[in-house]
């Protein structure tokens, strides 16, 4: 079973859609909302990977919806939970790997 997603970012990089494991997590609403946020991010990688998606859908996604997730949930569930790990600069410059790959591979601006 797949845990928790820690910033697929350098996995993106390696040519894999889906984000690394973060260390588990041993409180069980932590590790809910770990996983559905895992859920939410990895369905708007999905997306982004299947040529199937509409440009419309896709600018949504990389512009609006992805980063929110992330920066108003993931990110200081990562950082309350894994603070030596996780630094906001890191996660910063995580997701913004991301996000420009996406960018550039479908020439989106925001």
């Known amino acids: ?17 889906k984000q690394e494991s973060a260390p588990p997590v ?3 609403d932590t590790s809910a909302r770990f996983e559905k946020l895992d859920a939410i991010i990895n369905g708007y990688l999905d997306k982004l990977d299947d040529p199937k998606t509409a440009m419309t859908e896709r600018k ?3 512009c609006i919806d992805y980063p929110n997730v992330y920066n108003k949930e993931y990110a200081p569930l990562l950082r309350k939970h894994f603070p030596n790990e996780f630094t906001q600069a890191k996660l910063d410059k995580d997701l913004k790997i991301a996000l420009d790959y996406y960018k550039g591979k479908d020439n989106i601006q925001c």
């Open 60 to 62: 949504q996604i990389l």
């Open 26 to 28: 041993t409180d069980t």
């Open 1 to 17: 079973m797949k845990t928790y997603l820690t910033l697929a970012l350098l996995a993106i990089l390696s040519g894999c859609s």
